[in-house]
């Protein structure tokens, strides 16, 4: 898909919306009645469907599970009950957010088995299928930060810790998940990520893993959309008061959850895991009320052909290189590819996506 970098306002402006009997959306028409109720839709239910959400005892997770929950879903919330760096574990958060849905006449379980190991989301996963046969939805919120500062400080188990359970986590969920969505041709997966991704400046192990859940899902979503299985994969990047904010002091963590609350994060994560979710292997920015989608595009750059070019004509070309009047948002790998001037056939590596 090429774009300019500055579209017209007209396009700018066209909201979107679900469309029920067709399951896909695009920008609606008002007609006259319309234009003078506003715009209606259908209320957007989870009535049948499973639905797993890590790292749910409280916060932003809570927040997912209870609006699934509120809207049909049965949830499993899963919860170790560590705190924001890993430390120890306490099933009772789990328990507490599960009694909280049931108490507001929902339906919820809880689940206090970790994400960091391949047996732990396996488990998870089990769990689901033991109580209600099914998994149709994942939201992969799970995710701690143990490691922060200047890079010479940080520490091998610190790097391992984040690793484990945002970003492995993340994988031995979904790969625990996968066959049976396959099998089923559903599902609907919504991972966490971070702003923290477009760079903090310390603290690297936590928006590394964070990157790796955006190129999970970018995988996923390539591996479906190049089969036709109705699995989509997005994910999001959640502004929100947390636990983490409570560390930059009372002013700013009540700042964050009065501007920030995560409940207002959660609209989102419903829309992408219901079954009429707009889109798949998309990421957005979500806070405070609204959101937007996070792009990563190619710029039309240079394109020579001189195999033998120099280090000095990298540097002439390095201006057209960086300019973005122009640019492409790659549907996968190969889109990036056929970039180039080339014969090769490169749609015949989609072949072997699977």
Known sequence: MRMDANPSAALARQKMFVNPGR???GPWKKDAAAEKRGWQMADMRFDGKVAIVTGAGGGLGKAYAAILASRGAKVLVNDLGGNYAGQGSDRSYADMAAAEIRAGGGVAEANGDSVSTSAGAQAIIDDALARWGRVDILVNNAGIVSGSGPLSTLTDEQWENDMAVSASGTFYMCRAVWDGMNARNYGRIVNIASGSWFGMGSGLPYPAAKGAVWAMTRGLASATNATGRNIKANVIMPIAGSRMTALMG?????????DFPPAAV????GLLAHEDAPCNGEMFSVGG?????????????YRGTDKNWTIEDAARNFGQAMDVTHYTIPTDALSDAEMYTSDVPWSAFRAFIT
């Open 23 to 25: 399951g896909m959306a």
């Open 250 to 258: 009372d002013d700013i963590n009540a700042l964050m959850h009065r």
């Open 266 to 269: 959660a609209p989102v994560v």
């Open 289 to 301: 009320g609204g959101f937007a989608r996070v792009l990563v595009a190619v710029a039309e750059g």
